[in-house]
Structures are given as C-alpha cells and as structure tokens.
C-alpha cells in the first residue's frame, strides 16, 4: 500500500472500513454512559451499513452466515447513540443504549467473568 492510501485511511475524513479476508471486521460495543463493554462482535459492509442507517446495532453472525439485528428475537435491541472507527479502520466501536441484557446469557454485559490468574479459574462479578 503506498503512504498516501494509508495516511488517506488513517488521517483522513473518508470512511473506508478494512475488511479482512472473510469481509468482516471486529466491532465492540460499550454502554455510551458508564462505558462498560457489553459485547464483541463481527460486522460485514452491509451490517455496518444497516447500523449506520437504522441506528440499531446489527452485525454478522459467523456461526449462522448470516446478518442478525441485536434484539431480533429478544427485543433487547441496541441503540446506537455514536460509532467509532479505529486508526486503520479495521475495528468498529459503538456507543450504545442497550434496551436489555446485552448477553444471550441474560447478563448485562458477555464479560460477567474474570479469570482469575492464581488459579486459571473463572470468576463471576
């Protein structure tokens, strides 16, 4: 890639997400007040499209091979109050209002666990 593409992506004002080789790039979603981290995902061009539009967080699921809207079947939707791109647009950060449990678990958050390094164990919160 030659300098002026990658100060172009990484200084510039262009949004020009760099997908990797299966078109996906990680995104991460944290509660826009207490910016406690609710999630980890993936996102393909028309998941980051569909959130950018909607407003509603929606990503791609690698294990269906498919899209799915955050909320769909539970109705814990996820509000999009600001997204975020990283230097070299390969990540995406939202800012999001959660209507729900962010976990399928029913967790506020999918990191209700610490590992506990002493034992290599699992700890909940």
């Known amino acids: ?3 002026n593409l990658s100060d172009d992506r990484e200084q510039g004002n262009m949004l020009d997400p760099r997908y990797d080789a299966a078109g996906l790039i990680t995104a991460v979603v944290t509660e826009h007040r ?11 061009a028309e998941a980051l499209a569909a959130t950018l539009a909607s407003g509603e967080a929606t990503f791609f699921s690698r294990s269906r091979g498919r899209l799915w809207k955050k909320g769909e079947t ?3 939707v996820m509000r ?28 506020p958050s999918c990191f209700y666990r ?11 919160d």
Do not use: F, Y
């Open 74 to 76: 539970s109705g814990h």
């Open 1 to 3: 890639m030659s300098q």
């Open 114 to 124: 610490r590992i506990d390094a002493a034992t290599a164990g699992l700890k909940r």
């Open 34 to 44: 207490s910016g406690d981290v609710l999630m980890v995902a993936h996102m393909n």
């Open 80 to 107: 999009v109050v600001e997204a975020r791109i990283d230097c070299d647009q390969d990540a995406v950060w939202l800012r999001c209002e959660p209507a729900g449990p962010a976990c399928h678990t029913g967790e």
